[in-house]
């Protein structure tokens, strides 16, 4: 029973939303922070601004939406974005609860009545695209990862585990997804698992080895307040093979594989666009395009030269041949498998709470 609500209890501290929608005439006291251009004057339609919070462990991040409806009766038109961010996160009012209620009691924006709710992983799928013409997408945070596309063939719906198919309705049009959140294989999580410290609290005066670190590196990690000492293979193997070996046994035969993958083009965000940043394989500002043999690739370059290679993380090996690992004997990609690697579309950050804000629009009758 303990581990059952601390596992609610995560959830609820790392998943938390908060939303609201209001209309450009009423006065709100962040008139002014809008540009002139995401705030149209000379709009004979309605403006509208879904807002969006997500309350994390770490941070909280809010997005305010600005949507334009030029005929009523058609779907509201996004035009534009503001992003903001602040620490720390909900986790540092673990002990204020009834003081966060009655924030968003005193918001001045309207507030429906289940606006804030523990965000179930199905929803933290996305969908891009138009018509039949859709992508899926790939997910990569620090303690789980996620996978969506909509099923084109009747064999992955026959195939596919309960639990991991979810029908929702958007716009007027019902979706089937499959959807799926991996708790325990985000990048970080990845990390202590290949250690094998991934229950272990550090254990005091033990440092945890890996063939994927520098042989000469000792060094500490603080991670979910547990302090782990770490460190390379003081003697033995190091390098691409054995590193692989290491992560391949946190993925191997853990994740369900749809065959259709291996035949579909897949958006991907978080770790594995930072990751891609960070090698140079990808610019931090436009993003790119590329396959899952570019990150094997690029893996077995920093880890075959571990005791050459200047980085700003000494897990970059250890991270590379883990997203490796994760997108080919975990999902089942192909080594052929198109990524589109990238923060906005259509320069709009892309993730989970525009959905959300899209869902609560048609929710109060707004969408139509």
């Known amino acids: 029973m303990a581990t059952a609500w601390g596992t609610a209890f995560l959830m609820l501290m790392t998943s938390c939303v908060c939303s609201t929608v209001f209309h450009r005439d009423q006065r709100t006291w962040f008139e002014g922070v809008f540009l002139s251009s995401m705030c149209p004057i000379n709009v004979s339609a309605s403006t509208l601004y879904g807002i969006m919070f997500d309350a994390g462990s770490t941070g909280t991040r809010i997005h305010v939406y600005t949507f334009v409806q030029k005929i009523p009766g058609q779907l509201p038109i ?13 986790s540092a009012f673990v002990d204020q609860p009834k003081q966060v209620r009655e924030i968003f009691k005193k918001s001045p924006f309207l507030v429906p009545n289940d606006s804030v709710s523990i ?31 909509l099923p084109q063939f009747k064999k992955t719906l026959e195939q596919t585990p309960r639990g991991y198919l979810t029908s929702f309705e958007m716009f007027n049009s019902t979706y089937k997804l499959y959807t799926h959140s991996y708790l325990g294989f985000g990048l970080k999580a990845a990390r202590l ?10 254990i005091d005066g033990h440092t945890f080895r890996s063939a994927c670190l520098p042989r000469w590196l000792e060094a500490e990690w603080i991670f979910g307040g547990v302090k782990y000492h ?12 054995p590193c692989y070996t290491e992560v391949l046994r946190v993925v191997q035969g853990k994740l369900h594989q749809p065959d259709e993958v291996q035949r579909s083009s897949f958006y991907a965000f978080s770790y594995y ?58 999902f089942g990609f192909a080594d052929s498998t198109v990524l589109q690697l990238s923060k906005k579309v259509n320069n709009i950050e892309t993730g989970w709470a525009l959905g959300a804000t899209f869902h609560l629009l048609q929710s109060l009758g707004i969408s139509h």
């Not at 997408?137 to 969506?148: P, V, Y």
């Open 119 to 149: 965000m179930d992983g199905s929803y933290e799928g996305q969908l891009h695209g138009q018509s039949r013409e859709t992508v899926g997408t790939l997910d990569l945070g620090g303690a789980s990862t996620q996978i969506t596309f």
């Open 78 to 90: 996004l035009e534009g974005e503001i992003f903001d961010s602040v620490k720390p996160g909900l």
């Open 273 to 330: 666009y930072d990751r891609a940043v960070d090698t140079d394989m990808i610019d931090y500002e436009t993003g790119g395009v590329l396959k899952v043999e570019d990150f094997e690739r690029k893996a077995r370059e920093v880890c075959d030269n571990l005791e050459n290679f200047a980085s700003g993380s000494p897990f970059l090996c250890m991270d590379l041949s883990y997203i490796t690992a994760l997108l080919k004997d975990g």
């Open 193 to 202: 698992a290949t250690l094998g410290a991934l229950e272990t609290e550090g």
């Open 230 to 241: 770490y460190g390379g293979n003081k003697e033995g193997e190091m390098g691409f093979e």
